[in-house]
């Protein structure tokens, strides 16, 4: 059994898609980050950066507890522990890491910088703006590039890389990026989005919507409660 402590995110749902997908057994446990239940030490002793995803595999190597937090070393063991959506080949593993990789490193942050500078950003700033959404739309042309050349982001199989990737651009729109202009991500993003599993996955606390319009929400997610020492 699998406890993963996770809410509506894009980083939340590359969790919830995977274990649909492998099936493994889960329990979700909400997280309310608008509200701050990402600082409590219970929290903090699985994530000691303060970030959902989360997770105990009650069932971990040699029988014990292992606890994990960082969604793409989470998705790596998920990986590894079914034998799914990442090849042991060692070519093959490492184009679906890098990939990864290539996720974690910079589709994440500067699609979530693009968002929030667009969108949440208490007063318009043209230089980080322009900055985040031309950087925004690199990133999407080098997908496209990519996704030119294969059917996925690795390659021929779907894989790890996608299944992190994918989440990050259900919010093309607010990052200032018009996906009509890529059309190689377009038919990936339907086809990953057409999956059984990943629609389960997506409704994973659907209906719970983190908080970001009032003042205490806003100070826990984007002010100076994320630096408080703890």
């Not at 406890?3 to 995110?9: S, V």
């Not at 446990?29 to 219970?42: L, R």
């Not at 690795?154 to 729109?173: C, K, M, N, Q, V």
Request: net charge negative.
């Amino acid at each position: 059994m699998i406890d993963l402590y996770t809410c509506a995110t894009p980083n939340g749902h590359k969790l919830h898609i995977m274990l649909e997908e492998t099936g493994l057994e889960y329990i979700a446990h909400p997280v309310d980050i608008g509200a701050g239940e990402q600082f409590e030490p219970e929290f903090l002793a699985i994530s000691p950066n303060n970030k959902i995803p989360a997770m105990v595999d009650q069932d971990g190597p040699g029988g014990e507890p292992l606890a994990m937090f960082e969604s793409g070393a989470m998705l790596i063991y998920l990986a590894d522990k079914t034998g799914r959506f990442m090849p042991r080949e060692t070519r093959a593993r490492m184009g679906v890491l890098q990939w990864l990789m290539f996720q974690m490193a910079s589709v994440g942050p500067m699609l979530g910088q693009a968002h929030h500078f667009i969108k949440y950003a208490p007063e318009t700033l043209s230089y980080a703006v322009d900055r985040y959404r031309n950087e925004a739309n690199r990133l999407y042309g080098v997908m496209d590039r990519r996704l030119g050349e294969s059917p996925y982001l690795a390659g021929e199989d779907y894989s790890i890389a996608d299944i992190a990737t994918f989440p990050w651009l259900r919010s093309a729109s607010k990052q200032g990026v018009d996906m009509n202009e890529y059309p190689n991500v377009q038919r990936w993003f339907e086809t990953v989005n057409g999956r059984p599993a990943v629609q389960r996955g997506l409704h994973v606390f659907k209906e719970r919507k983190t908080d970001v319009t009032s003042e205490r929400a806003r100070e826990v997610l984007f002010g100076s409660a994320q630096y408080r020492r703890r």
